[in-house]
């Protein structure tokens, strides 16, 4: 079975070289044997992949994982959203016990003191509800681009998910940050207003900051941690490796303790 899964992978990989967007969506869920679920973190890229699975109706499920520590940025625009399309975005929230566990072992905000504390708290609030949401499906589809980090660049259209046993596609891989807002704007696809504001990659609020002039747009994730360990955990290669971020030089704890003074 994985054998046909990642012979469709590759097949799927060329033919989204040449299809728009939508058109990669529409091959995706014509091809894949099973579900198939878009995760949206409601970023500018998600917006746009929402915007094209709703309007044309596909029958994609649209998944967000709630981790209790959103931005009221990103709650306001969920909301939005369902009203603009009219349609509803499923919610995946971490388990009740887990949680608990977590903050009586380290406080609210013990991510902040050490990786793999910080490393746990996405692992509760997030890749434990994104096991559940991608559970018997066949295709899972992401907002990921080639332009977001070093790693990424090498990432393919569509892939095999070996971990997860599905077909992985990113419709929005060749598209700059610029085309997607262009579109979003030629389009009136609700945004949030964070992007206005610094905010070019969103994650939970007490792991977020604005960029700084000349950073790249990741390079607010966890900004107090060691470049090379930053990650959640959502997404992994063919190994199991988290795909991490570009380097930011001069990123690390002292920027970190700058922003507490």
Not at 77 to 101: H, M, N
Not at 117 to 130: D, F, N, Y
Request: proline fraction near 6%; aromatic fraction near 8%.
């Amino acid at each position: 079975m994985s054998e046909n899964q990642e012979a469709l992978a590759r097949e799927l990989n060329e033919a989204f070289a040449g299809l728009k967007p939508e058109q990669r969506l529409r091959l995706l869920t014509e091809r894949v044997d099973g579900p198939v679920v878009f995760t949206t973190s409601l970023g500018i890229e998600d917006q746009m992949l929402t915007h094209l699975i709703f309007r044309a109706d596909l029958p994609i499920r649209v998944v967000t994982l709630d981790t209790g520590r959103l931005f009221p940025e990103a709650y306001a625009l969920w909301r939005t959203t369902e009203e603009t399309y009219g349609r509803r975005i499923k919610a995946k929230y971490p388990q009740g016990d887990a949680l608990e566990a977590l903050v009586d072992d380290q406080g609210i905000d013990g991510f902040y003191f050490a990786p793999e504390m910080r490393k746990a708290c996405c692992g509760v609030r997030k890749v434990e509800p994104l096991g559940r949401a991608l559970a018997g499906v066949g295709g899972w589809v992401t907002g990921l681009r080639r332009d977001q980090s070093a790693n990424r660049e090498t990432l393919d259209f569509v892939s095999f998910d070996k971990g997860r046993g599905l077909i992985k596609a990113n419709p929005l891989f060749d598209w700059t940050r610029e085309e997607i807002r262009l579109f979003t704007v030629d389009h009136s696809v609700p945004v949030n207003p964070l992007h206005e504001r610094g905010f070019l990659s969103i994650g939970c609020a007490p792991c977020t900051r604005a960029l700084k002039p000349g950073e790249p747009e990741r390079a607010g994730r966890w900004w107090w941690e060691e470049e090379t360990r930053k990650e959640c955990g959502l997404h992994v290669d063919d190994s199991g490796v988290p795909t991490r971020a570009r380097p930011v030089p001069g990123v690390g704890d002292a920027a970190f303790e700058a922003t507490r003074s």
